[in-house]
């Protein structure tokens, strides 16, 4: 059964600058490294069927460099041989060339139905991997960045069905059983779906367990699978292995839970999510249900009884819904008319007008209720916490980037507030402050809007500047607020001013499309099909 649970988000006025007078352009150049690559990088572009807006936010704008959280300025791409490769930065003056640290089995271009090869960094030393294909691999690295104690070893491999990316995972150990939960991303065709593009997103939250330290095998031991109509914009399992986090435009609903993959072959199809009977909307005066009839139904096979706390609906002498009513209606104004389109519309009236109706008939879950536009903007600052039967949901408008600034918790996301861009940090075990604001890029929110052609956006762990690329060639990154080294007043007030955020831009010296992008506190890295660029943001620590 699921739950909502509405929670709002905390904003400390501390972290907030209402004098924050906007970026002022700086035009030091910043010192921007090229290392070529010694094969492409495996970009997989969209197949002709893969054409809906989902697909593109899935895989059109994949990122395809990884930041390894756990080490400083280590970061990893797939190429086209299949190979993993890393590039660590010790000194940007004395850079190496990327190095091969494991190489897939798969032959990638053998594969016409692929997606792009996916790793998530999971522990010190572990990593998940997908090759693309819909085979999940486990991989024991040892201390990554060590030349003594690293080596990337399969300790689990399994084919999972159809091609997946990873979008997180998690370490988890409990008593003497080792277990890696890992969230998988599909967008798959629905052939019921006759209303929207035919395709719905699957999370498929995967558990690979060893029981104990005499068993070297790791097998699964759970299979969780969620079914959404829109890719989410955030997804993270919590540390403790009990639920997972979503910031998504529409919801996402359990359709198989806690099976393991014995039981998952003997699933009844029939138990899958079904459509909805009927979809209802409400204002603050009435309620809307709408009834998709069948072919031969008529006027006369319609049976609708209005009470105070109660309704009764019989269509062709069956019951279709009865129940109490979530509060009172007007039930002598309560009407239903037949449309054109061969739909039943009931109209309900409230009694108390302004009241919000979390359900229409108590208890009864065969309906879905259809937010408008008004109430889809006046939900857009809340979000709903995911357990395994709460939901999270956030209008897609809100939502900026994410990024990992402590690889143990959860990964911070980043969302418009106003002009401001806050950055908040989920704490699942925190019922009472689940989300904390942690940091403001001032103005950020409205900056952001006007860059028509980004691609990728990110900021430092430590909040020091946030950066997104275009498509092409050019980087905006915009610093917090530093003291001014020499006397600056403001025109209009005849202020002296303490501090300026400023905006550098650094542009790319190559034509090819921007494939990845990631920030840490001293540098930015930039991916392009034949070139790794690295940008020195800070200079210290």
Same mark, same amino acid.
């Given at each position: 059964?699921?739950?909502?649970?509405?929670?709002?988000?905390?904003?400390?006025?501390?972290?907030?600058?209402?004098?924050?007078?906007?970026?002022?352009l700086?035009?030091?150049?910043?010192?921007?490294?090229?290392?070529?690559?010694?094969?492409?990088?495996?970009?997989?572009?969209?197949?002709?069927?893969?054409?809906? +807006?989902?697909? @593109?936010?899935?895989?059109?704008? %994949?990122? %395809?460099?990884?930041?390894?959280?756990? %080490?400083?300025?280590?970061?990893?791409?797939?190429?086209?041989?299949?190979?993993?490769?890393?590039?660590?930065?010790?000194?940007?003056?004395?850079? *190496?060339?990327?190095?091969?640290?494991?190489?897939?089995?798969?032959?990638?271009?053998?594969?016409?139905?692929?997606?792009?090869?996916?790793?998530?960094?999971?522990?010190?030393?572990?990593?998940?991997?997908?090759?693309?294909?819909?085979?999940? %691999?486990?991989? *024991?690295?040892?201390?990554?960045?060590?030349s003594?104690?690293?080596?990337?070893?399969? @300790?689990?491999?399994?084919?999972?069905?159809?091609?997946?990316?990873?979008?997180?995972?998690?370490?988890?150990?409990?008593?003497?059983?080792?277990?890696?939960?890992? +969230?998988l991303?599909?967008?798959?065709?629905?052939?019921?779906?006759?209303? *929207?593009?035919?395709?719905?997103?699957?999370?498929?939250?995967?558990?690979?367990?060893?029981?104990?330290?005499?068993?070297?095998?790791?097998?699964?031991?759970?299979?969780?699978?969620?079914?959404?109509?829109?890719?989410?914009?955030?997804?993270?399992?919590?540390?403790?292995?009990?639920?997972?986090?979503?910031?998504?435009?529409?919801?996402?609903?359990?359709?198989?839970?806690?099976?393991?993959?014995?039981?998952?072959?003997?699933?009844? @199809?029939?138990?899958?999510?079904?459509?909805?009977?009927?979809?209802?909307?409400?204002?603050?005066d009435?309620?809307?249900?709408?009834?998709?009839?069948?072919?031969?139904?008529?006027?006369?096979?319609?049976?609708?009884?209005?009470?105070?706390?109660?309704?009764?609906?019989?269509?062709?002498?069956?019951?279709f819904?009865?129940?109490?009513?979530?509060?009172?209606?007007?039930?002598?104004?309560?009407?239903?008319?037949?449309?054109?389109?061969?739909?039943?519309?009931?109209?309900?009236?409230?009694?108390?007008?302004?009241?919000?109706w979390?359900?229409?008939?108590? *208890?009864?879950?065969?309906?879905?209720?259809?937010?408008?536009?008004a109430?889809?903007?006046?939900?857009?600052?809340?979000?709903?916490?995911?357990?395994?039967?709460?939901?999270?949901?956030?209008?897609?408008?809100?939502?900026?980037?994410?990024?990992?600034?402590?690889?143990?918790?959860?990964?911070?996301?980043?969302?418009?507030?106003?002009?401001?861009?806050l950055?908040?940090?989920?704490?699942?075990?925190n019922q009472?402050?689940?989300?904390?604001?942690?940091?403001?890029?001032?103005?950020?929110?409205?900056?952001?809007?006007?860059?028509?052609?980004?691609?990728?956006?990110?900021?430092?762990?430590?909040?020091?500047?946030?950066?997104?690329?275009?498509?092409?060639?050019?980087?905006?990154?915009?610093?917090?607020?530093?003291?001014?080294?020499?006397?600056?007043?403001?025109?209009?007030?005849?202020?002296?001013?303490?501090?300026?955020?400023?905006?550098?831009?650094?542009?790319?010296?190559?034509?090819?499309?921007?494939?990845?992008?990631?920030?840490?506190?001293?540098? +930015?890295?930039?991916?392009?099909?034949?070139?790794?660029?690295?940008?020195?943001?800070?200079?210290e620590?």
């Amino acid at each position: 059964m699921e739950v909502a649970a509405n929670c709002s988000l905390r904003v400390k006025r501390p972290l907030l600058d209402p004098r924050f007078e906007g970026y002022k352009l700086s035009l030091e150049p910043l010192p921007c490294y090229q290392l070529e690559l010694d094969a492409a990088v495996a970009e997989v572009k969209l197949r002709d069927d893969q054409y809906t +807006l989902e697909h @593109m936010h899935a895989f059109g704008m %994949y990122n %395809y460099l990884h930041c390894d959280s756990w %080490y400083q300025d280590s970061v990893y791409y797939v190429d086209n041989l299949g190979r993993i490769m890393n590039l660590t930065v010790m000194l940007d003056t004395a850079l *190496g060339k990327p190095r091969e640290v494991f190489r897939l089995p798969t032959d990638l271009i053998a594969y016409d139905d692929r997606l792009c090869a996916s790793i998530h960094f999971t522990s010190s030393t572990w990593v998940t991997l997908s090759d693309g294909t819909g085979r999940l %691999y486990l991989i *024991g690295t040892g201390e990554r960045g060590n030349s003594a104690s690293e080596k990337w070893e399969i @300790m689990f491999n399994e084919e999972l069905g159809n091609p997946f990316i990873i979008i997180h995972s998690i370490s988890l150990l409990k008593a003497e059983e080792h277990s890696i939960a890992t +969230l998988l991303l599909r967008i798959e065709r629905e052939e019921l779906d006759m209303k *929207g593009s035919g395709f719905c997103v699957s999370l498929e939250w995967v558990t690979i367990s060893k029981k104990n330290k005499d068993k070297r095998k790791y097998e699964i031991t759970k299979r969780n699978i969620l079914h959404g109509k829109s890719v989410p914009h955030y997804a993270a399992i919590e540390p403790d292995g009990n639920g997972l986090m979503i910031v998504s435009y529409k919801s996402f609903t359990f359709v198989q839970v806690g099976q393991n993959l014995e039981e998952s072959k003997d699933e009844d @199809m029939s138990e899958k999510i079904k459509e909805p009977l009927y979809y209802w909307q409400q204002t603050e005066d009435d309620l809307t249900v709408t009834v998709s009839l069948p072919e031969d139904c008529t006027k006369e096979d319609i049976q609708i009884q209005f009470l105070p706390d109660h309704v009764n609906v019989v269509l062709k002498g069956q019951r279709f819904l009865e129940g109490n009513l979530y509060s009172s209606i007007d039930h002598e104004s309560s009407t239903w008319i037949i449309k054109e389109n061969n739909s039943l519309e009931i109209s309900l009236i409230k009694k108390n007008e302004g009241l919000t109706w979390p359900e229409l008939v108590v *208890g009864d879950k065969q309906g879905e209720f259809i937010r408008d536009s008004a109430q889809c903007a006046a939900i857009a600052e809340r979000l709903m916490h995911l357990t395994s039967d709460e939901l999270v949901n956030l209008g897609s408008n809100q939502y900026l980037f994410s990024v990992i600034v402590d690889p143990k918790e959860m990964p911070c996301f980043c969302l418009r507030h106003d002009v401001d861009a806050l950055l908040w940090q989920p704490h699942s075990s925190n019922q009472d402050d689940m989300w904390e604001h942690i940091a403001t890029f001032n103005a950020l929110g409205y900056v952001q809007a006007s860059k028509r052609d980004k691609k990728f956006f990110a900021c430092a762990p430590n909040y020091s500047y946030a950066a997104l690329c275009e498509c092409l060639r050019r980087v905006f990154i915009y610093r917090q607020p530093t003291p001014m080294s020499t006397v600056l007043y403001n025109r209009k007030e005849g202020r002296q001013v303490g501090q300026v955020a400023k905006q550098q831009v650094a542009s790319l010296e190559t034509s090819d499309p921007i494939l990845g992008f990631q920030a840490t506190n001293e540098r +930015l890295f930039v991916l392009t099909t034949k070139n790794l660029f690295l940008i020195k943001v800070n200079t210290e620590n």
